[in-house]
């Protein structure tokens, strides 16, 4: 006998969910801002969700530190007092170099080589890390992005090569694949972590999906009902799967990194037999889904 599963909600916006939740998990690529600016009616979604009492944590997997995020979306003119606190996978990274939580990262030694150049100064500053410019002075690489978004994966195919001869852990501080850099794909560190993986070499990811940057922002979120939590997200991947693993509810962005699949523009509703094949696609199911974070 079948088991019939019940379709996901495509609700019209964070307005038709929000009382069924007490704490919200943020992302911001693809969610407040599109890489060149803030999506429309997120400052008055913010505003709505702040005058209804609700904790709200930015999570990003920024490979920046936090502080460098909260000042990113001030000038976006997503004001400070519109969410409570921040953390980004590059400050879950910079934490993991300075403070060395386990053997893995008592080995690490203190030089690396990154793969961002000048894109990512400061991730390492404080850390008791040193960068060089070449792989023969590296005890590890630290994979924070591209030199440039449009650059093509294979451009790091040398580095990589000879990382892995060396026997060099990698340190992934960002494990998106890509992001929509204002309508155009751009690669992330992620592509890099997966490409030196693909190869045979060792890599540490941070940020979503997994547990680590979680715990951290879950302590800052400060809401200990894991059901009355709502991770909010345009990847199935990172922020749906993430939400999922953490026992929190999950809001999947239709207009953000899956709009190809589903043929739509940021606020566009989508079709749902579109989005029914790209859950399955992902073997995911967020709570509900909405065309963008609105109210």
């Known amino acids: 006998m079948s088991v019939s599963i019940p379709p996901i909600p495509l609700l019209s916006g964070v307005g038709a969910i929000a009382d069924q ?22 400052v ?25 995020l909260i000042d990113r979306l001030t000038g976006l003119g997503i ?39 000048d894109r990512f100064l400061g991730l390492v500053d404080g850390s008791g890390v040193s960068l060089v410019e070449s792989v023969e002075d590296a005890s590890f690489v630290l994979a924070n992005g591209p030199l440039d ?31 929509l850099h204002e309508g ?6 992620g592509s890099i972590g997966a490409r030196y993986e693909a190869m045979g070499g060792r890599v540490q990811h941070y ?18 009902d894991r059901s009355r939590i709502l991770a909010v997200g345009d990847n199935l991947e990172t922020d749906v799967r993430g939400g999922r693993l953490q026992g929190t509810g999950s809001l999947l962005i239709a207009g953000g990194i899956h709009c190809n699949l589903l043929d739509i523009t940021m ?19 967020p709570t509900a889904t909405i065309p963008a974070f609105a109210w």
Request: glycine residues 10%.
């Open 79 to 117: 004001a400070r007092h519109l969410y409570d606190e921040v953390h980004t996978s590059g400050e879950e990274t910079f934490i993991a170099l300075r403070d060395r939580p386990d053997a893995f990262h008592k080995s690490l030694g203190t030089t690396c080589i990154d793969t961002g150049g």
């Open 44 to 68: 008055d979604c913010l505003e709505r969700l702040k005058d209804a009492g609700k904790r709200v944590v930015v999570l990003s997997n920024a490979p920046r530190r936090s502080t460098v």
């Open 267 to 285: 606020g566009e509703v989508p079709d749902t037999a579109k989005l029914d094949a790209l859950y399955a696609r992902y073997g995911e199911r």
């Open 184 to 189: 155009e794909r751009h690669l992330c560190a």
């Open 207 to 224: 940020g979503k999906p997994h547990a680590p940057v979680y715990e951290r922002c879950l302590k800052l979120l400060g809401v200990a």
């Open 21 to 42: 939740f007490d704490g919200f998990i943020l992302d911001v690529w693809g969610v407040l801002y599109d890489g060149g600016k803030a999506y429309p009616g997120v």
């Open 149 to 179: 978004g449009t650059d093509s994966i294979e451009m790091y195919d040398d580095l990589l090569q000879r990382s892995l001869e060396r026997g060099l852990p990698m340190l992934c501080a960002n494990p998106d694949l890509e992001v």
